[in-house]
């Protein structure tokens, strides 16, 4: 065999077994960049950071970084989470080799132009559900009603725990369910959406980002 036709065929077994990529893990609070340990991703997942800044009433309160595997599905799809007096944002970067750097994520301009959806909006402290007679009208490319239950565990075994409901895009939608440890902070998300106030019926059970989380993440008080 020809030594091209060779690394030919050997690189075609190579894509077909896949590749696992060693990227870094972590998670921090009030920054827009962290290190940590390098982990072994699962097959089909590559290395990204993300972004997530949370508002109330129009000001910022808190803001989540992380670096961590996720599908590549995810990969440059910004997206957006609002209740009835906030709203979350979230950039999510990617890169492609063994424990690459990504770029800085971008996050989505503001639209207020009200899109035709109507969605249940309450948010919660302490607990898994809220009911709501409140709703709300969904601007831009937040087509998605969404329910967020999150987990965020820190030093010390502190914790909070919350459920917000409202308007989302379908990237945020997308993430699904996560659970994202670090040295220093944990964070669970589970996410269920649906297109219309009719009922939740759409269920993604996607694993892998921070993501956080992240942040994965996506927390508003």
């Not at 920054?31 to 089909?44: D, H, I």
């Not at 997942?45 to 989540?64: F, L, P, Q, S, W």
Request: glycine share 10%; charged share 15%.
């Amino acid at each position: 065999m020809k030594p091209y036709l060779k690394l030919l065929w050997i690189l075609s077994i190579f894509a077909k077994s896949g590749h696992s990529l060693s990227c870094t893990s972590c998670l921090v609070q009030g920054a827009t960049f962290c290190t940590g340990n390098n982990v072994s991703c699962p097959s089909g997942r590559v290395c990204a950071a993300t972004h997530t800044i949370n508002m109330e009433d129009g000001v910022k309160k808190d803001e989540y970084f992380g670096r961590s595997c996720v599908p590549e599905g995810q990969c440059q799809r910004p997206g957006i989470f609002s209740t009835y007096n906030s709203k979350s944002k979230k950039g999510i970067s990617c890169c492609y080799t063994d424990n690459c750097t990504p770029t800085q994520p971008q996050l989505l301009p503001d639209d207020d132009k009200p899109n035709g959806l109507t969605c249940p909006t309450c948010k919660a402290n302490g607990t898994q559900w809220c009911d709501t007679e409140m709703t709300m009208k969904c601007t831009g490319e937040e087509t998605r009603c969404i329910v967020q239950y999150s987990k965020i565990t820190g030093p010390g075994a502190q914790s909070t725990e919350r459920i917000l409901r409202g308007c989302a895009t379908p990237s945020i939608c997308s993430i699904g369910n996560q659970t994202h440890p670090t040295d220093g902070l944990s964070a669970e998300v589970q996410i269920t959406c649906t297109g219309s106030v009719n009922g939740l019926h759409h269920h993604f059970n996607l694993h892998g980002i921070m993501a956080v989380v992240m942040m994965l993440l996506l927390i508003t008080a």
